[in-house]
């Protein structure tokens, strides 16, 4: 499983960006729901992490207008792929979680309690 290293390069981009502990842990549930719906490859594995990234920042208002666009720079810098990919795969994500971006606290919890004991 892919997930242990992309999830801790998810962690840390959103550490440099700023986001909340809450946004990583929104990001992550979608992450696991991609990966249990098999979606994940070899292929497309960082621009899944990265669009969960982007739509968890997206979805929490975690971000201004201006920083998004600094998120997707940071993303495309670090995952190496291509901003088109990444808004196109975005929707991909969207569709695969059936649009449910605002996630019940009992998925969000867990993750948010072990990313605020780590720090």
């Keep these: ?5 992309l999830k801790r ?3 840390n981009l959103s550490e ?4 909340e502990p809450v946004t990583v842990s ?3 549930v979608y992450f696991e729901k991609l990966v249990l719906q098999g979606k994940l490859n070899k292929q497309n594995r960082k ?4 669009a969960c990234v982007l739509l968890a920042a997206k979805i929490s208002s975690d971000l201004r207008k201006h920083e998004v666009k600094h998120l997707i720079d940071k ?3 670090r995952f190496r792929f291509n901003r088109r990919d990444l808004i196109g795969f975005e929707f991909t994500v969207l569709v695969a979680l059936e649009l ?9 919890l867990p993750h948010y309690r072990r990313l ?3 720090s």
């Design 47 to 50: 621009l899944c992490a990265g």
């Design 1 to 5: 499983s892919p997930s242990p290293s």
């Design 16 to 19: 440099e960006c700023s986001l």
């Design 75 to 77: 993303l495309e810098e």
């Design 100 to 108: 449910a971006l605002y996630l019940p606290e009992s998925q969000v």
């Design 26 to 28: 929104m990001a992550y």
């Design 116 to 118: 605020t004991q780590q």
């Design 9 to 11: 390069e998810m962690r």
